[in-house]
């Protein structure tokens, strides 16, 4: 079911890295690989896959872990490219670019927890039958 509170929590996962594509286009890590934009791209893919397959909770739980891992890489290459900057961190005049991974985080955390939840209470109702 679409309509779940995790489907939510992931949807907004999803918002975080397309908003992340948006505004890290002035984000330059390596002159010959776009790392940012691969990294967004299969965040967002990951999140529609985890999003689509409801009925299969163990999936979601794997899709959303590999996408928490994706954006703690991602908040590492941030964190980088936010050092390798003049002028030390300052976000205002450098963004907010690390942000967005870091909210990510957090709600595919929650998304993980009530997915859990969901198979805790149908593994109790098939106990009682």
């Known amino acids: 079911m679409l309509q779940r509170i995790q489907t939510i929590w992931t949807l907004l996962a999803v918002f975080a890295a397309v908003f992340l594509f948006i505004t890290g286009q002035d984000v330059v890590i390596s002159d010959s690989i776009p790392v940012l934009n691969i990294g967004c791209i299969i965040l ?6 985890s999003i689509f397959s409801f009925k299969n909770r163990k999936r979601q739980i794997l899709l959303n872990t590999i996408s928490i891992i994706i954006n703690a890489l ?12 003049s002028g030390g961190i300052n976000f205002p005049e450098k963004g907010i670019e690390p942000i ?7 709600c595919l955390l929650i998304a993980n927890v009530y997915i859990r939840k969901d198979e805790r209470l149908v593994k109790s109702v098939d106990r009682l039958r």
């Not at 991602?74 to 900057?85: D, E, H, K, Q």
Request: glycine share 8%.
């Open 44 to 49: 967002v893919i990951t999140g529609s896959l």
């Open 100 to 106: 967005f991974p870091l909210i990510a985080v957090i």
């Open 74 to 85: 991602l908040i590492g290459v941030l964190a980088y490219w936010l050092l390798s900057l």
